[in-house]
T-cell receptor
Framework: EDQVTQSPEALRLQEGESSSLNCSYT??????LFWYRQDPGKGPEFLFT???AGEEKEKERLKATLTKKESFLHITAPKPEDSATYLC?????????????FGKGTLLTVNP | NAGVMQNPRHLVRRRGQEARLRCSPM?????VYWYRQLPEEGLKFMVY????????ESGMPKERFSAEFPKEGPSILRIQQVVRGDSAAYFC???????????FGEGSRLTVL
């Protein structure tokens, strides 16, 4: 069974203070690692998909990286509007090779 | 390009009533997923459907829950005889057949009194 563990559960940063969120995963044949952002009362918003170790993707102040066991979401010089819950999910090549398995998320708060 | 549309956004039911949640996928998407999110928990897979077919309902409780995605019209998640433990946010997501990303709606928040 695919498993995803995100850490820390919550992170509080000052505006401009860079940091990273971690996503550790166990999956039978990775077919994609996904990052989403979720604001309170909203649905998850797609950010990135990574498919193979060594792959990196960037969007504004966010950069996602992938190894064979974990993914990092690096946040450079964050702003208060980056405050949200960040969700990590994997898709494996096992029996259910289409659904995404999600972690519980990291609640990021960026103070001005 | 409209996103995934879910309604109602908020629904209040008394114990024993029925709840029907509707989801219209993004234009061009033929795959629909339903997830449930409880406070302090992650998104949990419930069911995966294509038009007129249930592909995987392994995450759905065996009783009281059902889902459909008819040839015409939205996908519907139906919960019969609701109990307080059914209170949660229910999210629908859709995807095209050729890419892996799921695109989520804003969710339907069910409260059972």
């Amino acid at each position: 069974e695919d498993q995803v563990t995100q850490s820390p559960e919550a992170l509080r940063l000052q505006e401009g203070e860079s940091s990273s969120l971690n996503c550790s995963y166990t999956v039978s044949g990775l077919r994609g690692l996904f990052w989403y952002r979720q604001d309170p009362g909203k649905g998850p918003e797609f950010l990135f998909t990574l498919y193979s170790a060594g792959e990196e993707k960037e969007k504004e102040r966010l950069k996602a990286t992938l190894t064979k066991k974990e993914s990092f979401l690096h946040i450079t010089a964050p702003k208060p509007e980056d405050s949200a819950t960040y969700l990590c999910a994997v898709r494996g090549s096992g029996g259910s090779n289409y659904k995404l398995t999600f972690g519980k998320g990291t609640l990021l708060t960026v103070n001005p | 390009n409209a996103g995934v549309m879910q309604n109602p956004r908020h629904l209040v039911r008394r114990r024993g009533q029925e709840a029907r949640l509707r989801c219209s996928p993004m234009k061009g998407h033929s795959h629909v997923y339903w997830y449930r999110q409880l406070p302090e928990e992650g998104l949990k897979f419930m069911v995966y459907l294509q038009k007129e077919n249930i592909i995987d309902e392994s995450g759905m409780p065996k009783e009281r829950f059902s889902a459909e995605f008819p040839k015409e019209g939205p996908s519907i998640l139906r919960i019969q005889q609701v109990v307080r433990g059914d209170s949660a946010a229910y999210f629908c997501a859709s995807s095209p057949p050729t890419t892996g990303e799921l695109f989520f709606g804003e969710g339907s928040r069910l409260t059972v009194l």
